[in-house]
């Protein structure tokens, strides 16, 4: 029912694309980060929760449907729905049905709850299409919470020697899942403008966030003293960032598994924490959906591809395709645009 062609994931009986990189009339979005999500369709579907960050980064004018997970519609006689994919909040997984083959196109996920997204749905398919960004046994991740109150301490011992505590962390999903559990007995909140703009879209979509201050042309940077600064990896190096002086700087992805990517940005601490699956959990879903046909994009796609073949015996092939996945040597959540409406 599907194929992968020059644009994208294509139903050619619905006539429709899922997450394409480049223009076309349909587009079914599974969520916003800038590798899924591209400027020039003609007309997008995506959950509710997502057409407001879609517009913010696409355009207001962009011609656009919001559905509810778990809501079912037709195209062409393919019944479709979306359902959670629990990477970040309004990410989803899209199911497609025609004549009782039933495929999933499951985008970004993680299964680990992260306490800002609808966490992962389990969706039973024939055919399953997966990302697999860190699909080797090495990449193990640990509890959540484990890893909120290792933050807390990291900023608490920071402010008794007299430091600011600086994470870089994705503007969108990343920074509000580490804010949502910062510890605010220990100091102010204070974001860089792009976590803030996507803030703002959080609490108006989702729900509050602990209060925390935009440091903009108003802020004396002097006068931030042991605070918690949250900002975009492409605020590493800048001269917006070397003004919150003294500081620590943190970073938090799936790649500070590997204590090699810690030191090539010079950060000094790494917390593990992804948007993705780590290799359990890549495996248990696989396994769960039931499905014999798999199909492997971005990531470790050829080992795990081949891992799926040896070890389950499924049918997994892989596929080349245009989205990258969570990076550690850039930001690939903000357009170019708004790096420089930020001046970084």
Request: glycine share 8%; proline share 4%.
């Given at each position: 029912?599907?194929?992968?062609?020059?644009?994208?994931?294509?139903?050619?009986?619905?006539?429709?694309?899922?997450?394409?990189?480049?223009?076309?009339?349909?587009?079914?979005?599974?969520?916003?980060?800038?590798?899924?999500?591209?400027?020039?369709?003609?007309?997008?579907?995506?959950?509710?929760?997502?057409?407001?960050?879609?517009?913010?980064?696409?355009?207001?004018?962009?011609?656009?449907?919001?559905?509810?997970?778990?809501?079912?519609?037709?195209?062409?006689?393919?019944?479709?729905?979306?359902?959670?994919?629990?990477?970040?909040?309004?990410?989803?997984?899209?199911?497609?049905?025609?004549?009782?083959?039933?495929?999933?196109?499951?985008?970004?996920?993680?299964?680990?709850?992260?306490?800002?997204?609808?966490?992962?749905?389990?969706?039973?398919?024939?055919?399953?299409?997966?990302?697999?960004?860190?699909?080797?046994?090495?990449?193990?991740?640990?509890?959540?919470?484990?890893?909120?109150?290792?933050?807390?301490?990291?900023?608490?011992?920071?402010?008794?020697?007299?430091?600011?505590?600086?994470?870089?962390?994705?503007?969108?999903?990343?920074?509000?899942?580490?804010?949502?559990?910062?510890?605010?007995?220990?100091?102010?909140?204070?974001?860089?403008?792009?976590?803030?703009?996507?803030?703002?879209?959080?609490?108006?979509?989702?729900?509050?966030?602990?209060?925390?201050?935009?440091?903009?042309?108003?802020?004396?940077?002097?006068?931030?003293?042991?605070?918690?600064?949250?900002?975009?990896?492409?605020?590493?190096?800048?001269?917006?960032?070397?003004?919150?002086?003294?500081?620590?700087?943190?970073?938090?992805?799936?790649?500070?598994?590997?204590?090699?990517?810690?030191?090539?940005?010079?950060?000094?601490?790494?917390?593990?924490?992804?948007?993705?699956?780590?290799?359990?959990?890549?495996?248990?879903?696989?396994?769960?959906?039931?499905?014999?046909?798999?199909?492997?994009?971005?990531?470790?796609?050829?080992?795990?591809?081949?891992?799926?073949?040896?070890?389950?015996?499924?049918?997994?092939?892989?596929?080349?395709?245009?989205?990258?996945?969570?990076?550690v040597e850039g930001e690939t959540d903000i357009t170019k645009e708004q790096q420089a409406d930020e001046g970084i």
């Open positions: 029912m599907l194929s992968f062609d020059d644009n994208g994931i294509y139903c050619k009986q619905a006539n429709v694309y899922i997450d394409p990189w480049k223009p076309v009339d349909k587009a079914i979005i599974t969520h916003a980060h800038s590798d899924h999500a591209r400027w020039g369709m003609k007309h997008y579907l995506a959950v509710h929760n997502t057409i407001p960050v879609l517009r913010y980064r696409l355009g207001q004018d962009i011609s656009i449907q919001g559905v509810d997970y778990g809501e079912l519609f037709e195209m062409n006689g393919v019944r479709i729905s979306l359902h959670p994919a629990g990477h970040i909040w309004g990410s989803a997984q899209v199911r497609l049905e025609y004549k009782s083959e039933v495929w999933v196109v499951s985008g970004d996920y993680k299964l680990q709850n992260d306490h800002i997204s609808t966490p992962f749905e389990l969706v039973p398919c024939h055919h399953f299409i997966t990302e697999s960004t860190f699909g080797l046994p090495i990449y193990n991740f640990p509890d959540v919470d484990t890893v909120h109150d290792d933050i807390n301490a990291w900023w608490r011992q920071n402010k008794e020697e007299g430091k600011n505590s600086v994470i870089l962390a994705y503007a969108l999903g990343k920074a509000q899942r580490v804010i949502n559990k910062l510890d605010v007995s220990i100091g102010d909140i204070y974001t860089h403008g792009a976590v803030d703009n996507i803030n703002k879209l959080y609490e108006q979509q989702i729900g509050k966030l602990p209060l925390a201050k935009r440091i903009d042309a108003s802020i004396n940077t002097k006068d931030i003293q042991g605070a918690m600064i949250i900002a975009p990896p492409s605020a590493d190096n800048t001269p917006w960032l070397k003004k919150l002086s003294p500081y620590k700087l943190a970073i938090c992805s799936g790649w500070m598994q590997l204590r090699g990517a810690r030191r090539r940005r010079g950060a000094d601490r790494g917390f593990i924490m992804s948007d993705h699956c780590d290799w359990a959990q890549l495996n248990t879903a696989v396994k769960a959906t039931g499905a014999e046909n798999i199909y492997v994009t971005h990531g470790y796609k050829s080992i795990y591809a081949k891992w799926l073949q040896t070890e389950y015996g499924l049918n997994a092939t892989e596929v080349e395709t245009l989205y990258t996945g969570e990076q």
